[in-house]
């Protein structure tokens, strides 16, 4: 295809996704309606549901081979009721929808990413609206995973059922597509695909949109991810939960102990106190910090409006995006566990667990990095405690080198599309699938995310601001144009 004919169907593409913008919305509204969070075990059936509606979507707008891909891993031996050995998934996990179109003879191929799979909405009294009832409200959709991340994957899907009409069925670059079910979970199922059919996922670039503009109207390209390490501390101390009257005093108790333990993993000023747990954290180049010096960032906005509290804390010697993009942190998500319910019960759980988490940044390795605290959690064992540290799942660190022609096709359209130049952000979160292409496919991602600071992911209230969605599908058509051409 030449340059000119394929600018020609790049802005026919263009036009088609202005015209069809109520629609696309409706459409994203039936898969926000689909609660398909992918911790729950009661929505597994829902997590199925919307696998099969991004599918029949793909089917659609003119992808081939479209199928949903199982996640089960290898096979194990166990006993039923009967003491009869059968053989089951050692892990039953929610599938991946892959689809292609890969006729662009001479162009290259770009590997479409995204996922379908939703966070928890709870607490649901927090909710102005119910969470899988997407409502517009000031210019946003508001639903559980309205921009992390079902709005944002609809944009890849929206931006190549443009193309294929504008083409009379015909894209300008070769795509592959895959959408999991489980990023939410840690992408267990997704990884072991990569590591074991990464010839069926082959392409020159892969394009993300799960990341998040730096301000309202900013273009904004995410070039690094920190990494992550999430897990599990179980402190067991009696048999069974015991009357703190008749045993307080003597019995352990497994709550007092993880506090004692967490109490010491960081110190008053946010430092982490693991041994050695600093040594791979490689600094930022001098020209990194002068961009983000170079930010329309304003600290006090930040703490009030988006963070909401009296004072921000951290590391001490680092500005706030430093601490945020490119500075490990850890942090405790919650200690279920003992009695939670209304009035009072005088218990000594029989054990507790705690859920801790730490954000790596490069040049640090999960593998190390959990070697190093789970030993540092080992040796404050509290007296008559047994500690058990458990890794959940893991991410590798990223930064992507912005020179290359795909970030300069993406910076290129949304300048088209914003009317701005592009800024370089690192992002604090992790994406544990960007590592996963660059180790095991070789090839670059563009993280080309739409979403805005104030869009409460993971928190109730999610929104995606619907300029933005629109803005999105027609930057990620002239991408591909650009690629194309």
């Known amino acids: 295809m030449t340059k000119l004919a394929t600018a020609d169907q790049t802005q026919a593409a263009v ?50 081979n479209v199928r949903l891909v199982e996640t089960s891993t290898e096979e194990e031996v166990i006993a039923d009721a009967a003491g009869n050995a059968r053989m089951v998934p050692a892990r039953i996990g929610h599938p991946l929808v892959y689809g292609d179109w890969l006729h662009a003879s001479g162009a290259p191929t770009v590997l479409c990413y995204g996922h379908y799979d939703v966070q928890p909405a709870e607490p649901l009294d927090e909710w ?5 009832e997407p409502t517009e409200r000031d210019g946003n959709i508001y639903a559980r995973g309205a921009v992390d991340d079902k709005g944002q994957m609809w944009m890849h899907v929206k931006a190549l059922e443009a193309l ?17 079910g489980e990023e939410e979970v840690g992408g267990e199922g997704i990884a072991a695909f990569v590591r074991e059919h990464g010839d069926q996922l082959k392409a020159d670039v892969a394009l993300v949109s799960d990341t998040e503009m730096f301000a309202p109207d900013l273009p904004t390209l995410c070039v690094g991810l920190r990494g992550m390490i999430y897990t599990e501390i179980e402190a067991r101390g009696a048999r069974t939960d015991l009357h703190s009257g008749l045993f307080g005093g003597a019995a352990p108790n497994p709550f007092v102990a993880l506090v004692q333990v967490i109490a010491q993993l960081k110190d008053a000023e946010g430092k982490i106190l693991i041994p050695g747990f600093y040594d791979g954290v490689a600094t930022p180049t001098d020209a990194e910090l002068k961009a983000w010096k170079a930010l329309p960032f304003d600290e006090e906005h930040y703490r009030e409006t988006e963070v909401g509290s009296v004072s921000l804390t951290g590391e001490a010697g680092y500005s706030v995006l430093e601490r945020l993009w490119a500075r490990p942190t850890l942090d405790v998500h919650g200690m279920p566990g003992g009695f939670i319910g209304a009035g009072a019960k005088t218990v000594i759980p029989a054990k507790a667990v705690a859920k801790v988490s730490m954000r790596l940044v ?24 047994v500690l058990e540290v458990r890794l959940i799942h893991s991410g590798d660190p990223i930064v992507v080198s912005t020179d290359n022609k795909f970030v300069q096709a993406a910076t290129e359209a949304m300048h088209e599309v914003f009317g701005k130049d592009t800024v370089f952000v690192r992002g604090g979160g992790s994406i544990p699938i960007v590592g996963d292409f660059v180790r095991e496919l070789k090839i670059p991602t563009v993280m080309m995310g739409f979403g805005l600071p104030d869009d409460n992911l993971h928190a ?7 300029a933005n969605f629109y803005r999105g599908i027609e930057s990620i058509i002239r991408f591909f144009g650009g690629v194309g051409a």
């Open 362 to 385: 490069p040049d640090m390795t999960p593998t190390e990095s959990f070697a190093k605290y789970k030993a540092y959690v080992e040796s404050l064992c509290p007296k008559g405690i």
């Open 164 to 180: 294929m009409v504008a083409g009379g069925g015909t894209l300008p670059v070769n795509v592959r597509v895959i959408v999991e």
């Open 128 to 132: 102005k609206s119910p969470p899988f």
């Open 460 to 466: 109730p209230n999610e929104k995606f601001h619907l």
């Open 15 to 64: 036009v088609f996704a202005r015209e069809n913008q109520g629609r696309f919305v409706e459409e994203l509204k039936a898969l926000l309606r689909i609660p398909s969070v992918s911790t729950d075990p009661e929505h597994v059936g829902d997590v199925r549901k919307a696998a099969e509606f991004v599918a029949a979507e793909l089917r659609r707008i003119g992808l081939e």
